[in-house]
């Protein structure tokens, strides 16, 4: 070791940097600890040692200098440089970490230059960064001499780092030397870039998870004043985008920053940042103000520590009670919530009689918040009451107590314009339920509310839901006292899954005692049947999710044994002592016996009988697909042993038809060899059913799937179907059919029956829509569809011989809604069997929809032939110098607009067609317009279930076009619409998922398709106002979807938006200036009633929602600059439009900016066709309109 102390120092001496390196590197590979290498150098060694590296590292940095006028040398010199400083960081590091430390004065210099070149060093040289950092932070912890002057440039790299890597191991590094921050001066310029690195701290969330880094940011919130405030505005721009969960941490670090700060400072933190907190709480809208409330909170709760109940007081004394009065509602409610987490505001200093009176001014005011006139501020006091109540009850006198509650209980209760005021209610006393102290005052009053379980408001029955479950668990208080149990059940009945579940919660360990003797279990089940058949469906349908695959099994068992038992019951009493006594002993493994005596309990009880069975097939049905996992096929082979021998018997003892259906359910759980004389009847059964009969025909289609044998059933419809079409359509198909025949295999010993294929197809329609049928179907039986499928396929053919009047209708069994039925079948087994190959339900349903496209579209538009030949305009046809007026200005509007809207091909409604049938008869219009919405209603579904691409949604949009145009009696508009918002969903989800690019051309079929549904609107409104009426009724609320759907995406290219707003403006502005043109435009309204019917109707979708609105307005306002108005009549039916808008007191973006441009155009025409003015017409028209400019003038000063 000697040798190696000689060595180094002699290598140093020499000044040679490779040697010098290369002795280092070998001091580490021999595994010689340099520290232990430098404590046995003797004081003069260390500063010869030092002495000479100082010496060289001199002579090194002048010489890297030099070479920076050669970049290939500045690059080798700058490698040789970062080696020999790694040498002397190991070294110095060594130096300092000696149990006795000597530092001379070469060492100290050396250090400083190190520290010098850390910020600068290229970010290659992060591990020699580091390096340096550890050196000179234990230089700072052991506080070595001449710490301060390394600190600077230590502190800002640490800081750079732990934002860089954000790990928390960087972070408690900056903390470890974070008192280094006070020997920087803060007011300096220099110390700017400081300041930066310290302000994206505060909103780094490295520093908000972990302790150290939150003492951190209150240290430097507690430096300096200005230091304090920059801090303060960072934090508070950021909070928008701060996640909930961390915004409790901001309250540690403002409470822990005003622990600390002192003097100036304090008063800085007090005034400028935690008001400046409390101050935005209450007044900044809700997102942002419950972010600050999650901050304000953590300071409230520590109210115990000393000086913060007098901050409180002083700092919400001159917000808080001012804003709890004001006049905007929002404000209010944001006060209240804070009034209630930091209650109670008081001085621990002042006087009682004072402290008494602050807490009377408070609980003052909560008396009046729970009156004040908008139910949010009620609602929001309430919840605040409850709270209060449940932590304070001890201290609150009891006299304010029976006042708040009485209030509560006996008038907010029952307040009928707020559901969030009933919720919160109950609420609140769930959460005072959790202080014992309150159960005697709250025990007679909560029966009060049992008919709340009842509210028409779903929120307020679930919270009255989890008030019983929270009942339930305490000893004072039986949660039947206050809901009686027939309610419980009557709920159960009828209502949502989220309160069936809490029902269930709470209800089901009464009914299915586990724990208790069978007889009370038996008891229990028939008490649950004979109170409420319905609830008693709902609670074995749900029973499953409460206990487990045994305790299920165990169940059913137990009923059925108590059926068999009531079964040898009756056999005794009648001395028929027969095979059933002897079947029940073979069931019952235990010795226990149920007691059958009571009345209730008898064969003859067939209501009670049937809810017994019923029972054990809902719970057997609802553990069905546990018990066919091979874990459970013990359990499921015992208990389809014990139903073997007990349901031959029940078939025997019971004739009712409901009891037969049961247990013709529970058979199909059982092989269908066990029970061979109902797997042989049910297909008869089938055949046989009537369509007037009410039997239900499902169990048996049920019990078929589970067999094996639905493709009995298949081929049973297939029979049907085709001995029922007509003669003429099997002689249609025979000239169609080709050489290749289907084969498939027959029914053999049938029964003969006259086909019924109207319940054939109904029992298809069962089968598809029946979860567990269809995916048995879709397993097994593909083929058999197909077959259906090629069947249901010739009914096209039907459908065209029906509507060319080849296929006769008079005494045909084949009727046309039996056409429709099939026709609907057929889409609905195309989409079934949809997969990516052959069975394409999307090119299968695009060949459908061409070939109605081709075939039933010609029908419709035969019912008025005068618009496929005349071009239609948005007025009324009775006045043809008006509608020639009114064409032409949607023609200007149009097209002055620069935006890609076909006004010809929009005024003429949509392409024109060349075929034409003639005129069709009524009965093939019906079968047309039945077909087509039967096809439209598929295609919506597959856009709903995700079956559709690119190319199908253009076929749609195009198809409903068609039909729209086809359509002149509108019969089909709703269909067409609710299909058409599919599509537009469509759209805007392929917008998100592809390239923009590629769908471009896609956005403007929306813009397309209004402007045609417009046109066809007011072609028919002219002609029957009263159906157009109400076809407009049924039209808002999918219209408004697909307005909404449009405007809220954020994917659509701005000109598919605009020219949406042009379409609607357009449609207005026409049906607008007709009406001034008629005279119909007198006195301003405040509502949208008093327009024209499209306008009004049109103008109150657009109106609900303040974002379309807006769009409706810009757009109007660009329409009217165009040079789109062309006179005055046009102008007038603007302002009324925009008057009508500004007097229903709603204040929309852009409002101001239309009322502008009317007026500038009605300059222009003022200085341009003065000569316009000489009629009456336009006299008459002008004088409305100045009077309604001075109106809308009048609003929006007022808004």
């Known amino acids: 070791m000697q040798n190696t102390r000689e060595e180094l120092i ?132 052991k506080e070595i001499q001449g710490a301060e002057e390394l600190m600077s440039n230590t502190f800002i790299y640490l800081l750079q780092r732990s934002l860089q890597t954000q790990t928390i191991v960087d972070v408690k590094r900056v903390w470890t030397v974070h008192e280094a921050l006070s020997q920087v001066d803060l007011t300096n310029e220099s110390s700017k870039s400081l300041k930066n690195l310290l302000k994206q701290c505060t909103y780094n969330i490295a520093y908000l998870r972990c302790s150290e880094g939150c003492r951190f940011l209150a240290y430097i919130l507690s430096q300096e004043v200005d230091l304090t405030k920059i801090l303060h505005n960072t934090i508070k721009n950021h909070l928008s985008t701060t996640a909930r969960s961390w915004l409790v941490k901001y309250g540690e670090i403002y409470f822990r920053a005003w622990q600390r700060a002192a003097g100036p400072v304090l008063e800085k933190l007090e005034t400028s940042c935690i008001q400046d907190l409390m101050y935005y ?43 709890l009065k004001v006049a905007n509602p929002q404000v209010r409610v944001n006060a209240t919530a804070i009034l209630m987490d930091v209650f109670p505001l008081q001085d621990p200093d002042s006087k009682i009689e004072e402290t008494n009176k602050l807490m009377q001014k408070q609980f003052d005011t909560i008396m009046i918040l729970l009156d004040d006139p908008v139910p949010v501020v009620r609602s929001t006091a309430v919840a605040g009451v409850f709270k209060i109540m449940s932590v304070y009850w001890e201290m609150i006198p009891a006299e304010i107590i029976q006042s708040l509650i009485s209030k509560i209980i006996l008038e907010l209760m029952w307040d009928a314009s707020s559901a969030d005021v009933r919720e919160n209610v109950i609420k609140g006393l769930i959460v005072l339920l959790d202080n014992p102290l309150c159960h005697s005052v709250l025990k007679p009053i909560l029966p009060e509310l049992k008919n709340f379980v009842h509210d028409s408001s779903e929120k307020v029955r679930v919270a009255m839901l989890d008030m019983l479950l929270k009942v339930k668990g ?183 038809s409901q009891i037969l259906t049961s247990l013709i359910m529970i058979a199909g759980n059982l092989p269908s060899k066990s029970v061979p004389s109902v797997s042989r009847s049910c297909l008869s059964k089938l055949r046989k059913m009537e369509e007037n009969e009410t039997e239900d025909y499902g169990c048996f289609l049920e019990v078929m799937c589970n067999w094996g044998k639905i493709e009995d059933v298949f081929e049973m419809v297939d029979e049907w179907i085709k001995a029922s079409m007509p003669k003429a359509v099997k002689n249609i198909l025979a000239s169609y059919a080709t050489t ?140 043809n110098n008006t509608h020639s007026n009114t064409q032409d200005f949607t023609q200007g509007v149009f097209s002055r607009t620069l935006y890609n809207v076909d006004a010809t091909v929009l005024l003429s409604g949509g392409r024109s067609r060349k075929r034409s049938i003639g005129k069709a008869k009524p009965h093939a219009i019906d079968l047309a317009s039945n077909v087509i919405q039967g096809l439209l209603s598929v295609c919506s579904n597959m856009f709903l279930i995700g079956i559709a691409d690119e190319d199908f949604s253009v076929q749609i949009a195009n198809f409903c076009s068609d039909c729209l145009q086809a359509d002149s009696a509108l019969i089909l508009l709703p269909q ?216 809308i003038s009048n609003g929006l000063t007022k808004q």
């Not at 809208?285 to 115990?304: D, E, G, T």
């Not at 579209?857 to 496929?868: A, H, K, N, T």
């Open 474 to 656: 305490l000893r004072a208080i039986r949660f039947w006292s206050i809901v009686p149990v027939e309610h419980l059940l009557a709920r159960l009945e009828i209502d949502t899954p989220p309160i069936a579940r809490r029902i269930m919660k709470l209800i089901f360990s009464s009914f299915m005692p586990a724990d208790k003797p069978a007889d009370v279990q038996i008891g229990r089940c028939v008490t649950l049947i004979q109170t409420n058949i319905g609830a008693a469906r709902q609670f074995y349908n749900k029973a499953h999710n409460h206990m487990s695959i045994q305790d299920t099994v165990n169940y059913i068992t137990l009923l059925c044994r108590c059926i068999l038992q009531c079964m040898k019951a009756e056999a005794i009493k009648n001395r028929l002592n027969d095979s059933a006594s002897g079947d029940g002993g073979k069931l019952d493994q235990d010795d226990s016996q149920i007691d059958v005596s009571e009345d209730e309990l008898s064969v003859h009880n067939i209501k009670l009988m049937s809810g017994i069975l019923e029972a054990i097939v809902l719970l057997w049905n609802s553990v069905s697909v546990e018990l066919d996992k091979t874990c459970n096929k013990e359990i499921l082979v015992g208990l389809q042993n014990k139903f073997m021998v007990a349901l031959p018997e029940m078939f025997k003892a019971f004739s009712d």
């Open 976 to 1191: 067409i619409i609710t299909c058409f918002y599919q599509v537009t969903e469509f759209i805007l989800l392929s917008y998100h998922v592809v390239d923009n690019n590629s769908n471009s051309h896609h956005g403007n079929l929306i813009s397309d398709f209004f402007g045609k549904t417009f046109v066809s609107l007011a072609v028919h409104i002219s002609k029957n106002k009263e159906n157009g009426i109400k076809v407009l009724n049924s039209l808002k609320g999918p219209v408004t979807e697909i307005l909404m759907s449009v405007y809220k995406s954020n994917v659509l290219e701005s000109t598919v938006i605009r020219d949406l707003s042009a379409t609607m403006v357009a449609a207005v502005l026409a049906e607008m200036s007709n009406a001034s043109r008629n005279f119909d435009l007198d006195e301003l309204c405040d509502s949208f009633t008093s327009l024209p019917i499209l306008s009004a109707w049109l103008c109150e979708i657009v109106c609900r929602k303040s974002f379309i609105a807006r769009n409706f307005l810009t757009e109007l306002s660009v329409c009217i600059d165009s040079g789109a108005i062309t006179d005055l009549h046009n102008l007038h039916g603007a302002s009324h439009l925009l008057g009508t808008i500004v007097n229903g007191k709603i204040a929309f973006p852009g409002t101001k900016d239309c009322w502008e441009s009317i007026h500038r155009e009605l300059e222009k025409l003022n200085r341009k066709d003065m000569e316009l003015l000489d009629g009456s017409a336009e006299q008459e028209s002008k004088r409305l309109m100045d009077q309604k400019l001075a109106l």
């Open 10 to 141: 002699s290598v140093a001496e020499r000044g040679e940097l490779d040697q010098f390196v290369s002795f280092l590197k070998l001091c580490k590979t021999d595994g010689h600890d340099l520290q232990e290498v430098l404590s046995g150098c003797s004081k003069p060694q260390l500063d010869k040692l030092w002495d000479s590296i100082q010496q060289k590292c001199a002579t090194t940095f002048m010489s890297l200098e030099v070479a920076e006028e050669n970049e290939d040398q500045m690059q080798e010199e700058l490698e040789k440089l970062l080696e020999v400083l790694e040498g002397v960081v190991n070294l110095a590091s060594a130096a300092i970490n000696q149990q006795e430390i000597y530092v001379p004065v070469s060492l100290y210099s050396t250090s400083v230059v190190l520290n010098g070149l850390l910020l600068p060093l290229p970010e290659k040289a992060e591990k020699l960064k580091n390096a340096m950092s550890h050196l000179f932070e234990v230089w700072w912890q």
């Open 740 to 879: 290749v025949k289907r084969t498939r295999k027959s029914v053999g010993f049938v029964e003969p029956s006259a086909p019924r294929p109207q319940l054939g197809l109904e029992y298809i329609s069962y089968l598809i829509k029946h979860p567990t049928c269809q995916a048995i179907i879709l397993s097994k039986y593909r083929d058999n569809v197909v077959e259906l499928i090629a069947t249901l396929q010739d009914v096209r053919k039907c459908i065209e011989g029906r509507m060319t009047n080849r296929i006769p209708t008079e005494g045909d069994d084949f009727t046309d809604d039996l056409l429709v039925e099939c026709f609907t079948v057929y889409l609905k087994l195309l989409v079934l069997l949809h997969d990516d190959g052959d069975n394409s339900a999307i090119l299968k349903l695009g060949q459908v929809i061409t070939w109605s496209d081709s075939h039933l579209l010609p029908v419709l538009e035969s019912q008025d032939q005068s618009r496929s030949n005349n071009s239609t305009s948005l007025s009324s046809e009775t006045d």
């Open 281 to 323: 709480a209450v007044h900044a809208r809700k997102p942002l103000c419950q972010s600050l409330r999650r901050i304000l909170c953590y300071i409230h709760n520590q109210k115990k520590q000393k000086g913060v109940e007098d901050m409180l007081l002083k700092l919400y004394d001159p917000i808080l009670w001012r804003s």
